[in-house]
């Protein structure tokens, strides 16, 4: 090992920044009346998103959960809903949240999630106060043009000429080949949404937000992952992403409340990791009760705040901006 790898990765300029951002977001919702809240980091439940990978361990303490398996909660989502649906009102939480399999300019298996729920938004006011906390964390850092709003329609057809709602994987396919993406071995045949994911990411997303906040809205249904679903001749998923300078900042949704809906979604996606040859995840049966008791009309986002820390201090990798990044923890 390098003498010098026991130093911080961040220098103490950008350690100072970040005190700053984190001190700026808890005024901001300090101001509006949004409770900070914490939330466990270890759970028996898990997501079961195919594109997610939780750290499990093992616990060998007393009691009822003696020799289970717990894993590192990849958000806070989950209980934070419970408090939704127990009547907390509008909360926030500044979390440590854990992903596996990720590691790279803008990955690091250990970061900050800054998350929060607004009751009785849709996703479209919850965009607005989105922009508001960024534009405000970003002033004098960052220049930015009026932030922007595309629907995901709208980004399909102006960068690819393709409706993502009703092209088939054969018209994906040859937009791929026409437009010079690489296509990796494997591709389904009979399932669309991985073409979209490779058109979005690599023809779509490199050119969003440049310059400016940019929300990409309204998900094809197969893509709501925990939004609601608004009904059409294209139904849609109330999901919205936020980008700056090609890099996605935030994942919000209005919010899904239907326990039932959800519990079909758990399953689909434990069916989709055993396709795959991935485990599957216990469904969190703690949150499942709690949409069956209520959970108020609301909306929720999660923003990456190293990201956004990375941003505003100008450094080009997450490495730049942690204290001590996975190479060095």
């Given amino acids: 090992m390098a003498p010098s790898r026991w130093r911080p990765g961040a220098d103490l300029a950008t350690l100072r920044l970040r005190a700053e951002l984190l001190a700026r977001i808890r005024a901001f919702f300090a101001a509006r009346g949004v409770l900070e809240v914490e939330t466990p980091a270890l759970s028996a439940a898990a997501i079961s998103d195919p594109h997610l990978h939780s750290f499990a361990a093992r616990y060998t303490g007393p009691g009822p ?13 989950f209980p934070m809903k419970r408090l939704l649906a127990a009547g907390s009102g509008c909360i926030y939480q500044i979390a440590r949240v854990f992903r596996d399999g990720e590691v790279g300019r803008l990955h690091n298996p250990e970061f900050t999630l800054l998350e929060w729920y607004r009751v009785a938004f849709d996703h479209h006011r919850l965009m607005d106060e989105v922009a508001e906390l960024a534009t405000e964390l ?22 690819l000429d393709l409706d993502p709602h009703r092209a088939t994987v054969t018209e994906l396919a040859a937009g791929a080949e026409r437009f010079g993406v690489p296509i990796p071995p494997g591709m389904p045949t009979d399932e669309t949404d991985p073409w979209l994911d490779l058109l979005l990411t690599h023809r779509i997303e490199p050119r ?29 998923g109330e999901r919205f992403e936020l980008y700056l300078n090609g890099i996605e900042l935030a994942n919000g949704f209005h919010e899904l409340g239907d326990a039932g809906e959800q519990r079909r979604r758990f399953e689909a996606e434990n069916a ?4 795959g040859g991935q485990p599957e995840m216990p469904v969190d049966e703690h949150l499942l009760a709690a949409l069956a008791a ?18 505003a201090a100008g450094k080009q990798s997450l490495a730049e901006v942690l204290a001590f990044p996975f190479e060095r923890a």
Wanted: hydrophobic letters at 40%.
């Fill in 65 to 77: 959960r003696h020799g289970r398996t717990l894993y590192l909660h990849t958000s806070p989502e």
């Fill in 138 to 159: 970003l002033a004098g850092r960052v220049p930015l043009a009026e932030p922007e709003r595309l629907s995901y329609r709208a980004a399909f057809q102006q960068s």
């Fill in 208 to 236: 969003l937000g440049a310059g400016r906040l940019t929300f990409l809205y309204d998900y094809p249904a197969s893509q709501a992952a925990l939004a609601r679903l608004r009904p059409g001749d294209s139904p849609v």
């Fill in 272 to 275: 989709a990791r055993r396709a």
């Fill in 294 to 311: 209520g959970l108020p009309d609301c909306a929720g986002v999660a923003l990456g705040f190293d990201r956004l820390a990375m941003l």
